[in-house]
């Protein structure tokens, strides 16, 4: 089999499972229609925690194999962009979590819910530092669109919302996110509030300032963000932290999680020509919390020489 792989996708599932790829000695050449810093990971929220993600049953490997990879990254985080931090997700009793949360060290109940101390990762500078990383492996990222699977001997597909057509999978639907940036007036924990519907309330310091969130509406595609929503964001944020009311908006921002009906794929595949095709992509609004435990479930299908059903 040969060494040479392409990964379709240069968000962070695709450059994590790159990256694991190319450290395990093979040639991989990520393409990418957008340049990372335009893809919806870079505009993530990126607290670890599993949302919006199913298969429930398997969530919890991936979430917890990838928690270990960033507590270590968390050593470095003006390079990674991993820093650890503590906040509160309100309203949340530790019966509610699942098997998971008991490998979770420090969570905590309290009357105002459950405070942990959890990866927050700034997106644009972990997706650079992933690029670097697969670079240093030998990887290289190219931009190039695929309307089709290339003929090649392994293709690894992290489209993410790109898979709808390009596989097609009917299945995978949009739930578009809105944020906004502030200037941080001294907050120094992050907080959420969600409760799965349309609307959500939650606040990250990052260093380029405060994120405020959020929304989660389905089959939306527009990406322009709307005032009325983002004033309402900036308002229920208020109502947790009343300084954030005055603070200075630095920016707006809109992604689209990739969402799928059936969860998460992690699935192979031969083509018609005999190539090796794996899908991975479904991962909905949990992507950054899962990304290194499927990048490495990905990568072992991806370089499996047992046969296909």
């Known amino acids: 089999m040969s060494d040479q792989i392409i990964v379709l996708g240069a968000g962070v599932i695709g450059l994590t499972t790159a990256v694991v790829l190319a450290e395990s ?29 199913e298969p429930a049953d398997r969530v919890g490997a991936w979430a917890l ?107 995978v639907r949009p739930v578009r996110g809105q944020l906004v940036v502030v200037e941080n007036p001294g907050v120094r924990e992050w907080y959420t509030s969600v409760d799965h519907g349309a609307e959500s309330t ?14 989660a509406h389905e089959d939306e595609w527009d990406l322009a963000p709307d005032p009325r929503t983002a004033a309402a964001i900036v308002a229920r944020c208020a109502r947790v932290r009343p300084e954030i009311a005055g603070a200075r908006v630095l920016a707006h921002r809109a992604g689209l999680r990739p969402v799928r009906d059936a969860g998460v794929r992690i699935e192979a595949e ?23 435990g499927c990048a490495r479930e990905a990568a072992a299908l991806a370089t499996s020489r047992a046969p296909l059903r």
């Open 25 to 53: 000695g093979r040639q991989v050449r990520v393409w990418s229609r957008d340049p990372a810093g335009e893809t919806t990971s870079a505009v993530a929220g990126a607290l670890w925690w599993p949302y919006r993600i």
């Open 65 to 171: 194999a990838s928690l270990r990879v960033y507590e270590e990254l968390a050593a470095e985080p003006e390079s990674t962009g991993v820093r650890l931090v503590e906040g509160l997700h309100g309203g949340l009793r530790l019966a509610g979590l699942g098997p998971w949360a008991a490998r979770v060290a420090g969570l905590a109940e309290t009357p105002e819910g459950v405070r942990a101390r959890l990866p927050l990762i700034d997106m644009p500078v972990h997706l650079a530092w992933l690029r670097r990383r697969l670079e240093a492996a030998g990887g290289t990222v190219e931009s190039r669109a695929a309307d089709t699977f290339p003929p090649a001997p392994v293709v690894v597909n992290c489209t993410g919302l790109g898979a709808r057509e390009l596989v097609p999978d009917p299945g």
């Open 202 to 215: 939650y606040f990250f310091p990052q260093p380029y300032g405060l994120l405020l969130g959020g929304t």
């Open 270 to 292: 031969r083509t018609a020509s005999g190539g090796l095709l794996v899908h991975h992509y479904g991962h909905g609004g949990a992507g950054v919390t899962v990304a290194w």
